[in-house]
């Protein structure tokens, strides 16, 4: 397993005592911390310092979290895990195209909170296969080293955990996997039994790869059962 540590988390969260007990216990295991404290201030640091993760509160002053998320994506792959407040914003979070990785819902424990930290950072610097070729299925190119997917020879942008579960699939063609098991293996972390982040995802790729999502020729449903891949 990849050691995380000596990795830079950036913390966005104005509320003072939830940023100083999310940095000492990040320093703590062995990470190094950046703080900022609104939105603006988020967004500056994280494009200047480009951290390695980044801790991203939703309610904050100058720009909301979803906002400061969607701007860091038009440029930078960092992982984000949202902190949300109430369940709208966790609706927010999985419904939107934020392209945020992951969400941990207030109040948490810390110990979830590492789990999750290390997870996504580990996620992040997975290591690829050595083969430069992509996997092919009908009009689907997948280049697993290239991070990157196209549909007859068009680019299709997915967030990282859209491709993630996709190469999870797709590797696996045929085989079929429950949500829990997709949680586990390709979010990386035993989830207390959340399986919409499963189905919203799968949602989302297949209105960005199938030609019509409802009628789904490569990301298929065995019902009662989970996903597979059927190309
Ligand atoms: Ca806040």
């Known amino acids: 397993m990849q050691d995380t540590a ?4 950036l913390v966005v969260e104005d509320e003072r005592p939830i940023a100083e007990i999310l940095k000492v216990n990040l320093i703590k295991n062995g990470y190094k911390v950046l703080n900022a404290f609104d939105g603006k201030e988020a967004l ?5 310092n480009e951290p390695d993760l980044i801790l991203l509160d939703v309610m904050l002053p100058t720009m909301d979290g979803f906002t400061v998320c969607k701007k860091i994506r038009e440029t930078k792959s960092t992982p984000i895990i949202m902190l949300t407040a109430r369940a709208e914003e966790v609706d ?9 990785d992951d969400y941990i819902t207030k109040p948490f424990s810390l110990r979830e909170l590492m789990a999750r930290v290390k997870a996504n950072l580990r996620r992040s610097a997975v290591a ?5 070729e992509p996997l092919c299925f009908a009009e689907l190119e997948i280049n697993i080293e290239r991070y990157e997917v196209k549909k007859r020879g068009e680019v299709v942008e997915l967030t990282y955990r859209e491709f993630e579960l996709l190469k999870y699939l797709a590797t696996q063609s045929g085989k079929i996997f429950s949500r829990e098991h997709l949680l586990n293996k390709v979010w990386d972390y035993e989830y207390v039994g959340d399986d919409r982040t499963v189905d919203v995802t799968i949602r989302r790729l297949r209105e960005k790869i ?4 409802s009628n789904p020729v490569y990301i298929l449903t065995k019902r009662g059962v989970g996903y597979y891949f059927g190309a």
């Open 210 to 213: 199938e030609d019509d999502p």
């Open 6 to 9: 000596g990795k830079t988390i």
């Open 92 to 100: 927010k979070v999985l419904g939107l195209e934020l392209g945020a």
């Open 128 to 132: 690829v296969p050595e083969t430069n």
């Open 44 to 48: 500056d640091i994280a494009l200047a």
